[in-house]
């Protein structure tokens, strides 16, 4: 069991694959620790506990067992990721009694540890400056914190100054001037390179896509004497952001072996520009290619495009992909499920993958509250969100939304109210122009046009277009004419040319007899040219997906559609008849 070799791998083992406890359990058991089994230790410790790394240390001091380089570095990492500046300090005065003070590798450490912990640049500098010896480490990390923290005047001041420069120096600079947007100096350092490697190509490539540049990061990408994968899929993740589909398609045609990274790149980019019969065709073509498995982030983006299109089948396949391949249900894979069924109106899919999650976040919630209300299941949204609240999960503005979408829907008024006092009361929430926006729909569907008149002058925010409108789509219901010209008025003052506005305005003109009205804005709608955007509508058909617009000619099939519709108009009529 003392073996040097075979303790620190169990050691390692046990605390990586069993838990930490199991390899603390080991170690105890150890007769004899050695400095290596005291270090492997220290380092299990890492990121995950703070005060068994000092009780290690600790106990290896009193057993009289000397401490290494390794040992300080060790402790540093573990400091480092709780931000234990005080402890760090501790190590570093330590680090100078030993007389470790000339040890590279732990000064390196130790300048790394106060560059991270809370930012602490002097500290750091002051190790460099008092190092008797450096090597191109020690150059790289003081650069690298001076960029990380935005100097690069300083940085570029060492860099110029370094004895010797490695790849490292070279891509730490141009990677820290690309985060401040200086493209120039980038430019100039990169040129400068007396060789590049991959990271330094892709480091300018991506850069320029950042920016929105494709033009100068695809003349570097023709530049690049080998492409790798990841240079061809930052130049299709460019074009894609930047709106032209088309080259991104056609550079990732050309990629000469896909990964499941760039495959994922182009199903999104076709889903951001909104492309989403393509985006299933690539995620199609990817499984009949069969050489990359698709991953989370390949199945999130896919099922963005199905919720969008309504693609109930295509959801479905998902969902049995998942649980085919043993997918995890994770939150984001969760919810983009439970948003896609929502959408399609399969409320029972939904839930059944809300109770699967073994984890949910505020947005999981959010997703099942909203396809709930959306589908006429607005008592059991309200019922949903008092669950939420009972398990000690705290609503955001936007839950609140769905939640009193749920009332709206349903005319659900006192609920409504309740709702409303305890997001701004209980939970200290200011209320959005939404939240506002729900509670006149609420009040203006109720009939309380007075209260929702009240209720609107209360207001902490200037009200929008969209709540007058609101109002004035409750009075079109109630056929109230009384409010008509003080909110006609209101609404032609912020949005005049907006011909869904017009549009009710013109019908509830017409509603409570006011005819010339009517006609005068019909008039000057036409004279203006403003025309109503027309809706649409889809439908799935086997793998495709039909979207359909009002008064539609593009169709390929638009013969046979209306004359089946004219079929259908007829036998409506003649049923009337009868």
């Not at 199609?284 to 498995?293: A, E």
């Not at 949903?384 to 000690?392: A, D, P, S, T, V």
């Not at 409750?474 to 006609?488: F, I, M, P, Q, V």
Request: proline content about 3%.
């Amino acid at each position: 069991m003392n073996n040097n070799f075979i303790v620190p791998k169990l050691i390692t083992f046990s605390s990586n694959f069993i838990s930490l406890d199991y390899g603390l359990h080991v170690f105890e058991n150890l007769q004899n620790p050695t400095l290596i089994s005291y270090n492997t230790l220290i380092q299990c410790f890492i990121g995950k506990t703070l005060k068994y790394a000092l009780y290690t240390y600790n106990h290896m001091r009193v057993s009289n067992i000397t401490p290494n380089s390794f040992t300080f570095t060790f402790l540093l990492r573990c400091f480092e990721s709780f931000d234990a500046l005080q402890a760090g300090e501790v190590v570093h005065s330590q680090i100078a009694k030993m007389g470790f003070e000339s040890s590279v590798f732990a000064k390196n450490t130790l300048m790394d540890f106060y560059a991270k912990c809370g930012g602490n640049l002097g500290s750091a500098r002051k190790v460099f400056d008092e190092m008797s010896d450096r090597d191109v480490v020690s150059w790289n990390t003081m650069i690298g914190a001076y960029m990380i923290h935005g100097n690069q005047e300083y940085a570029l001041c060492l860099f110029e100054a370094m004895p010797e420069r490695n790849l490292i120096s070279w891509n730490s600079v141009i990677a820290g001037l690309l985060k401040v947007g200086n493209m120039e100096m980038a430019r100039s350092v990169f040129n400068r390179m007396p060789e590049k490697n991959d990271v330094s190509w892709n480091t300018m490539i991506s850069g320029y896509v950042k920016l929105g540049d494709v033009e100068t990061a695809r003349a570097i990408f023709d530049e690049m004497p080998e492409k790798s994968i990841i240079s061809w899929t930052a130049m299709v993740s460019g074009y894609a952001t930047s709106g032209d589909v088309q080259s991104a398609r056609k550079m990732f045609d050309r990629i000469p072996e896909k990964n499941v990274v760039s495959w994922n790149a182009m199903i999104a980019g076709y889903v951001n520009n909104h492309m989403f019969d393509e985006a299933l065709s690539v995620f199609q073509h990817m499984l009949i290619d069969g050489n990359c498995k698709p991953n989370q982030t390949t199945l999130i983006s896919v099922l963005s495009a199905c919720s969008h299109l309504g693609s109930h089948e295509h959801g479905k396949w998902i969902d049995s992909f998942i649980r085919k391949n043993k997918f995890d249900l994770s939150v984001p894979l969760g919810n983009a499920l439970i948003d896609t069924f929502a959408k399609c109106g399969d409320m029972e899919n939904a839930k059944a993958v809300f109770l699967r999650m073994a984890q949910r976040c505020i947005i999981t919630w959010t997703t099942m509250i909203s396809g709930l209300a959306a589908n006429g299941h607005c008592r059991d949204a309200l019922e949903l969100y008092e669950k939420m609240c009972l398990e000690g999960v705290e609503p955001d503005d936007v839950v609140f939304i769905a939640v009193l979408s749920a009332c709206t829907h349903r005319g659900l008024l006192e609920e409504g109210k309740r709702v409303f006092y305890q997001m701004v009361n209980k939970f200290g929430i200011k209320p959005r122009i939404e939240h506002y926006g729900c509670m006149v729909d609420l009040l203006g569907r109720a009939g309380k046009f007075e209260e929702a008149l009240s209720f609107i002058k209360s207001m902490h925010l200037e009200p929008n277009v969209v709540i007058w409108a609101t109002l004035l789509s409750a009075c079109k219901t109630y056929r109230n004419g009384d409010l008509l010209e003080s909110l006609t008025r209101r609404i032609l003052e912020q949005e005049p040319n907006n011909p869904s506005y017009l549009t009710l305005i013109m019908n509830l003109s017409s509603s409570v007899g006011r005819w010339q009205d009517t006609l005068n804005f019909r008039i000057a709608t036409r004279d203006q040219g403003i025309v109503k955007i027309p809706g649409c509508s889809s439908i799935q058909i086997g793998n495709n997906v039909h979207e359909f617009l009002a008064k539609d000619t593009k169709h390929p099939q638009r013969k046979e559609i209306y004359r089946v519709l004219g079929c259908l108009n007829g036998h409506l009529k003649s049923c009337e008849v009868e």
